[in-house]
Nanobody
Framework: QVQLVESGGGWVQTGGSLRLSCAAS????????MGWFRQAPGKEREFVAA????????AYADSLKGRFTISRDNAKNTVYLQMNSLKPEDTAVYYC?????????????????WGQGTQVTVSS
């Protein structure tokens, strides 16, 4: 079973940047598609971004393209989410997730393992 631990969340002003990290316990990390999701207060969890096993393909929520970048380092068993030009509406708990089926997927049900989340707060 894969254990995922997110870090890098915190408080930032509008226009600022944060880089989230998600470290996986599994040595076969490179066999998982990795995704980021977020859940804002009072809202459902939503897809943010995903990256394939080798990092060669990515997918993003349409509203976040150009501001967020997902990447991974399989040697470090870590996936990253670089978030730039942050807005108050980006405030949420951010979760990473692992999917062992390999395809880029945007639905929560496709992911088998989840981290506990890291809080991101963007102030205006």
């Amino acid at each position: 079973q894969v254990q995922l631990v997110e870090s890098g969340g915190g408080w930032v002003q509008t226009g600022g940047s944060l880089r989230l990290s998600c470290a996986a316990s599994e040595r076969t990390f490179s066999s998982y598609t990795m995704g980021w999701f977020r859940q804002a207060p009072g809202k459902e969890r939503e897809f943010v971004a995903a990256v394939t096993r080798g990092g060669g393909a990515t997918a993003y929520a349409d509203s976040l393209k150009g501001r967020f970048t997902i990447s991974r380092d399989n040697a470090k068993n870590t996936v990253y989410l670089q978030m730039n030009s942050l807005k108050p509406e980006d405030t949420a708990v951010y979760y990473c997730a692992a999917d062992n089926r390999g395809a880029l997927r945007r639905t929560q049900s496709a992911y088998d393992y989840w981290g506990q989340g890291t809080q991101v707060t963007v102030s205006s």
